[in-house]
């Protein structure tokens, strides 16, 4: 199971963004002083050290950032492959890594992105993206 | 302007290597320590300052010392990865300058081969993440920052497959290597793809072994027999954990650890008369001879081409085989410092660098997270 490899990690600092993928929303983070976008969840803003941090729904769109197709997979991921792992950047600034999904010959660098919403298992939600043709 | 030549590597040993399924990691350390200690002509008894790296134990250190019987007055456990051991080095030389030991043992010691260590060490604390995507590490990440490489200067599979062809022809000189059957650029991109465009032969290996590394004061280097392997300068910072936070996938921090290494050496680049730069992968190293400012961002592919870095070419790069084909445990630094010391003194039989006075090691660790320089020289 894939949520196993993770929920003990998953607190009240990230829970959240966990939720929120269960309601298709893709929850990233604001500093309210300097105003930039913060993802992955922290409770101080790394770029200017405020603490007034607030929750920013995304709107789910970006670019490719870098991608690598898997052939050699491990544990849960072991009979998927190849499947294509990328980092994407959002339209608020902030990148992520997620899987893409789709024709693998439209995967490229650069390309506009969108989110798709994937229940991988049973009640664990994650962003994967597509891409926008 | 040179630096002062206030600490030096004085002895240097790797432990049996490859396959040891019989030895554990504290005694692949100790085998080591004792050769290093013998290569030096020192005994345990002056060994006044530790230092090693691994997450073989809750607290390394302590359990090394009380295996080897000694009682530091100066300890350092800096786990940075891959470049821990650079970074030791670099540590070692700024206690010896603030006059706080003498002699320090530097050791690593691995099992990944025959026991490898759990996978599980990612913390899900930032890695829940990244995770559930699973991405090999740390294969993927290198990967990653290879597909960027590629789409920004157009660097091609077949330039990163030089450096592994090179690397192999060293290999052929050195009886401890493990892999040792030369090999073409065609055999590089026909090999199974791992993650793309990495392809096995784009990897390290997966070994046993470990290495000891004796940093000595001027003071206690001037009574031995070898000739000291001066610490002329050194570097390190790190810019990121987990691969998305990589500020800029073509750009490591060798860009900071390698200015701040030469500006204390107060040497330039063409100085340089041999480098250990590591190779967990083949895009780690033409990452890190962009950043190290061997040549611009963009032109590593061109620089490496045409087997420069081989026997004969005019930049001898990871002559002892690399973690390409001599020996990888997971944590390789310190074969790099061993080797630049062996080629400083001349020790290096068929492998030599003619006339080799200034080595540059660079080490990188965790997903091209950290980097640590260090430049030696010899009198
Ligand atoms: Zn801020």
């Known amino acids: 199971m894939i949520k196993d490899l993770i929920k003990s990690g998953i607190d009240d600092e990230s829970r959240p963004y966990w939720n929120g993928l269960k309601d298709k929303k893709l929850f990233i983070q604001q500093c309210g002083d300097c105003q930039k976008s913060i993802f992955y969840p922290r409770s101080i803003c790394p770029h200017c050290f405020s603490d007034n941090i607030n929750w920013l729904e995304a709107n789910g769109t970006g670019t490719i950032y870098s991608f690598t197709t898997v052939h050699q997979g491990y544990g849960p991921f072991k009979g998927e492959t190849p499947y294509t792992v990328g980092i994407v950047e959002l339209d608020e600034g902030v990148r992520m890594m997620t899987r893409i999904i789709g024709d693998y010959n439209e995967i490229k660098v650069d390309k506009r992105v969108s989110i798709i919403f994937k229940e991988v298992e049973e009640d664990f939600v994650l962003p994967y993206f597509q891409v926008i043709t | ?379």
């Open chain 2, 1 to 379: 302007m040179k630096s002062e030549r206030v600490a030096a590597i004085v002895g240097v040993a790797e432990s049996d290597l490859g396959k040891t399924p019989g030895k554990n990691v504290l005694q692949l350390q100790a085998q080591a320590a004792k050769l290093a200690l013998e290569d030096a002509g020192l005994t345990k008894h002056d060994v006044d300052a530790i230092f090693t790296a691994g997450n073989w134990a809750w607290a390394p250190n302590l359990m090394l010392a009380e295996y080897l019987g000694i009682q530091p007055k100066y300890t350092d456990s800096t786990n940075i990865g891959g470049s821990s051991f650079e970074a030791h080095v670099g540590h070692a030389a700024a206690g010896i300058k603030a006059g706080l030991f003498d002699v320090a043992l530097i050791t690593y010691g691995s099992t990944n081969r025959t026991k490898p260590a759990n996978s599980s060490f990612q913390s899900p604390l930032t890695a829940q993440y990244e995770i559930p995507y699973g991405l090999p590490t740390p294969v993927g990440a290198y990967a990653l920052a290879a597909t960027r490489h590629m789409h920004q200067y157009g660097t091609t599979s077949e330039q990163l497959a030089e450096i592994a062809v090179a690397t192999r022809k060293w290999a052929t000189l050195n009886e401890k290597a493990y892999m040792r059957e030369p090999i073409e650029i065609e055999d590089v991109l026909n090999s199974r793809l791992i993650a793309e465009p990495l392809h096995l032969l784009d990897c390290c290996l997966v070994s046993d072994g470990g290495g000891a590394v004796i940093v000595a004061s001027n003071r206690v280097a001037s009574t031995l027999k070898k000739k000291p392997v001066w610490i002329l300068g050194h570097g390190e910072s790190h810019s990121h954990n987990t691969i998305t936070n990589m500020p800029d996938l073509t750009m490591t921090s060798a860009r900071e650890s390698g200015k701040a290494a030469f500006e204390m050496a107060g040497i330039s680049h063409h100085e340089i008369d041999v480098a250990e730069i590591y190779d967990s992968f083949t895009i780690t190293v033409l990452l890190t001879l962009e950043a190290l400012g061997f040549c611009q961002p963009g032109e590593g592919g061109a620089f490496v081409s045409g087997q420069r870095t081989a026997p004969g070419g005019d930049f001898p790069m990871n002559t002892n085989g690399g973690g390409l084909s001599y020996c990888h445990p997971g944590m390789y630094g310190i074969f790099l410092l061993i080797e630049a010391v062996r080629q400083l003194r001349g020790e290096c039989n068929a492998r030599q660098v003619d006339d080799a006075k200034i080595a540059l090691v660079h080490g990188t660790g965790g997903v091209l997270s950290s980097t640590s320089t260090v430049i030696l020289g010899r009198d």
